[in-house]
C-alpha cells in the first residue's frame, strides 16, 4: 500500500521555525503534485502549499508566503517544508498529499488521492 508520513511537528513558540517532512513509502515522487494541507480546530482543510516535483513549481497560500518554503528531494523521495516566522494562527495538524495529477485546483482537497497521517503543529504565543 503506498502510503505518505509527515514528521517534523511539534510545539514552538511564536516567532520560531519547523521543517516538516513527508516521506512517500511504496511509490517514488516522480511526476508527482504534492499538497501540504492544514486543519486547525473546527475550521476546514486548507491547502497551504504545493510543489509539483517534476519542474519544482510551487505555490502558497497568501498567509504563508515569505515565511513558508516547500521543496522537493527526489533522491530521498521526500517534500519538506519549512516553516519561519510561525504565528499562532498557523497551528493545525498539517497533511500532505499526493497526486500523479493533473492537478486544476492545487488547493482543493479532491484533487489528491494519497495522504499522510497528519502531524501537529502548536504555536505558542
Known amino acids: 500500500e503506498v502510503q505518505l508520513v509527515e514528521s517534523g511537528g511539534g510545539l514552538v513558540q511564536a516567532g520560531g521555525s519547523l521543517r516538516l517532512s513527508c516521506a512517500a513509502s511504496?511509490?517514488?515522487?516522480?511526476?508527482?503534485?504534492i499538497g501540504w494541507f492544514r486543519q486547525a480546530p473546527g475550521k476546514e482543510l486548507q491547502g497551504v502549499s504545493y510543489?509539483?516535483?517534476?519542474?519544482?513549481?510551487?505555490y502558497y497560500k497568501d498567509s504563508v508566503k515569505g515565511r513558508f518554503t516547500i521543496s522537493s528531494d527526489n533522491a530521498k523521495n521526500t517534500v519538506y517544508l519549512q516553516m519561519s516566522d510561525l504565528k499562532p494562527e498557523d497551528t493545525a495538524v498539517y497533511y500532505c498529499?499526493?497526486?500523479?495529477?493533473?492537478?486544476?485546483?492545487?488547493?482543493?482537497?479532491?484533487?489528491?488521492?494519497?495522504w499522510g497521517q497528519g502531524i501537529q503543529v502548536t504555536v505558542s504565543s
Open positions: 510543489i509539483r516535483t517534476t519542474d519544482n513549481r510551487t
Open positions: 511504496r511509490f517514488t515522487f516522480d511526476d508527482y503534485h
Open positions: 498529499a499526493a497526486d500523479r495529477g493533473p492537478i486544476l485546483g492545487w488547493t482543493s482537497p479532491r484533487e489528491y488521492y494519497i
